[in-house]
């Protein structure tokens, strides 16, 4: 996307493209590289109840690059997803997820934690695709309630009838179904009947601006009353501050994520926040 539009200006404004194009070739390169040297980990983001409790997590990736150090998927998404690497990165991130909840479900204080992981439209689009992440699932012994895909309306939009049957399918195997960045497409509302959806992620945008803006704080209860009479769990992310987390509480959303709580943080340092 971000390709494309520079590359139009280069064209309108004359500017040269070269030093980009070595560039983006040489990160492609690099992803490339990385998928064999499975230098893509993930880190874990805390997903808490009304009473801070911890519940799960949501599961982000992040590149260990071999020069560059650890790099954001903002570095790196939109490559791998015009290049459909993310097929294959997606693939290591679910493993890694697969291995946690497995770790998690061996000892009793962490069995019921929940992960979370993204999955891209180009993922999804493969028509092998649930096959293969069943799959890759069924080669952990582990209990699948406590796996939830997240999906954005970008998924949805191009084929819905297909995106459908796929989500349902996902659902008969007992896995969780959420909405991500709910309310920044066009026609979220749409979506909330159409699909299997458990779960709506209001898109931290919303929670960044309601504490000063009446309007948006009355979109976000509309939002939260109008799930929750779907019977569908509303998680805020992107929450930042006590006041954020008490409004949010009052409107009855169920589930809190964000850097009020806790950054997203390694495997490593999970553990140690788990005995806190
Ligand atoms: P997302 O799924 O909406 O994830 C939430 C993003 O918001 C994360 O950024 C997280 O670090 C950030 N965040 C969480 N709480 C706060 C907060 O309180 N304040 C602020 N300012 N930010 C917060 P991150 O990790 O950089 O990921 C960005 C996006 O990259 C994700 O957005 C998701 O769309 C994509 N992504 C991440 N991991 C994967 C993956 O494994 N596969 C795919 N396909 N996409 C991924
Ligand atoms: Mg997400
Ligand atoms: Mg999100
Ligand atoms: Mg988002």
Request: hydrophobic content about 40%; charged content about 25%; aromatic content about 10%.
């Amino acid at each position: 996307r971000a390709k494309s539009t520079s590359v139009s200006q280069a064209l309108i404004f004359g500017i040269d493209m070269k030093d980009e194009l070595t560039h983006s070739s040489q990160l492609l390169k690099d992803i490339r590289q990385s998928i064999v040297d499975q230098d893509f980990l993930i880190y874990l983001q805390p997903k808490l109840n009304r009473d801070e409790t911890l519940i799960g997590a949501e599961a982000l990736v992040r590149w260990q690059h071999p020069t560059r150090g650890l790099l954001n998927p903002a570095a790196f998404i939109d490559q791998a997803e015009e290049s459909n690497f993310i097929v294959k990165i997606g693939k290591q991130v679910l493993m890694q997820v697969c291995e946690q909840l497995s770790l998690w479900q061996r000892s009793s204080e962490t069995q019921h934690l929940t992960i979370s992981v993204n999955l891209s439209a180009k993922q999804i689009w493969q028509s092998q695709f649930v096959d293969d992440f069943m799959l890759t699932v069924n080669s952990f012994d582990i209990d699948k309630s406590k796996l939830i895909v997240e999906v954005t309306e970008t998924v949805l939009l191009q084929d819905i009838k297909d995106a459908t049957e796929k989500m349902n399918r996902l659902k008969s195997h007992g896995i969780t179904i959420s909405l991500d960045d709910f309310g920044t497409g066009y026609s979220s509302l749409n979506y909330l009947h159409r699909l299997p959806i458990d779960e709506i992620k209001i898109d931290r945008s919303f929670i960044n601006d309601f504490a000063e803006d009446e309007q948006v704080k009355l979109m976000v209860k509309s939002i939260v009353d109008l799930a929750n009479n779907f019977g569908v769990n509303v998680v805020a992310e992107g929450v930042e501050n006590i006041e954020q987390f008490d409004l949010l509480k009052e409107f009855n959303v169920d589930v809190y994520q964000g850097f009020f709580f806790s950054k997203p943080i390694s495997l490593i340092e999970f553990e140690r926040y788990l005995l806190t």
